[in-house]
């Protein structure tokens, strides 16, 4: 059996990464690490500084003494096209050139520059036809992402795309409860992506360009303080003195930005709810940096009416707790989740 690859999760903020082994009684955490990447790194998923990433990836490789080099990526943003698309029943042997031509008319950009994928998600969807979730990525920002991680001197065997990271994330940790229909989101630091989730199978995603870098904006430009600042503050650690003042200040700011990323969310549940007949999402699971920002589970709560949990990647993984700082690790769980799923991914694995 082949070992899976170390999930290598490429952020617009930190690097993430996460090493597991699979044995008969489950999944084993061997290393879990984030390093910092300076802002502006990746904009909407692009990369936009080369040399600053490797130097990131190198650092927390030699940090966690990872020898393993094969490596599974993610890439999400407006470079990425998920449609789930209905096409007459036909033979295997016959999809690649049905979905050669089913992208023409549903991916905006030249075949020429895309790597097209699908995966068959029913054989019959009640209608006579069968469901195909067809999946495009600009060849340029595939290349960049596998470049960045071949410089660092890794092997990058699987190119994942993110909602489907935090779904295979979330049905490993948790499992798919039967006949209902679930919002899984990771807030990133410039993109969230939703993926709404019937018994395993994808019914609606999207990348929405607004993540935990707003909380950040928000704070330095109300409370006149530097980016440092800003984060310790949006994370709830440091203090800078000035009484009970800047902690309400902040907690305003924080729930501003919150009620704002809510209503982007909520007005993709409300299209997904609104095109798809008898749709309902009962739960959503929210993972990424900003996850645990009380404000943001609460307006979401509050906007779109769901009861909102934070997802931990780990919870049915052993954690060896002589080897790992496990409040640290507790803290973080959240914005290891597409880190996580793309860790569960095998050389030569499809979507």
Request: net charge negative; proline share 5%; glycine share 8%.
């Amino acid at each position: 059996m082949a070992k899976n690859c170390i999930g290598l999760d490429i952020g617009s903020s930190s690097i993430k990464i996460v090493q597991v082994k699979e044995g008969k009684k489950g999944l084993t955490l061997l290393n879990f690490g984030i390093e910092p990447i300076p802002p502006q790194a990746i904009v909407d998923g692009a990369v936009m500084n080369q040399s600053a990433i490797v130097d990131a990836i190198r650092a927390v490789v030699t940090r966690l003494h990872v020898r393993q080099k094969d490596v599974a990526l993610a890439v999400a943003g407006h470079s990425i096209i998920i449609k789930k698309i209905p096409i007459p029943p036909m033979p295997a042997d016959q999809l690649d050139e049905q979905i050669s031509w089913e992208a023409d008319h549903h991916v905006p950009f030249d075949k020429e520059d895309v790597e097209l994928d699908y995966e068959v998600l029913r054989e019959d969807n009640g209608q006579g036809n069968m469901d195909v979730l067809l999946v495009a990525a600009k060849k340029d920002m595939v290349h960049d992402y596998a470049a960045v991680a071949r410089e660092a001197q890794l092997n990058p065997l699987v190119v994942d795309i993110a909602a489907f990271a935090i779904q295979n994330a979330f049905e490993k940790s948790y499992g798919f409860p039967a006949g209902q229909a679930i919002a899984l989101v990771n807030l990133g630091a410039s993109i969230s992506t939703l993926n709404i989730v019937q018994d395993g199978i994808t019914m609606f995603t999207r990348d929405v360009t607004i993540g935990g870098n707003a909380f950040t904006e928000e704070i330095q430009k109300q409370l006149h303080v530097g980016y440092e600042e800003a984060e310790a503050y949006k994370v709830g650690s440091g203090a800078l003195g000035g009484g009970d003042v800047v902690p309400q200040e902040v907690g305003r700011v924080l729930a501003q930005v919150s009620d704002l990323i809510a209503g982007e969310l909520q007005r993709s549940i409300d299209f997904f709810l609104a095109t798809t007949a008898g749709a309902e999402v009962e739960r959503l699971y929210l993972g990424g940096g900003t996850a645990q920002v009380p404000q943001l589970r609460q307006a979401i709560e509050r906007r779109a009416h769901l009861d909102v949990e934070v997802l931990d990647p780990f919870r049915n993984v052993f954690v060896d707790e002589s080897r790992f700082d496990m409040p640290y690790l507790r803290a973080h769980s959240p914005i290891a989740t597409v880190a996580f799923g793309l860790a569960l991914r095998r050389p030569g694995d499809n979507l």
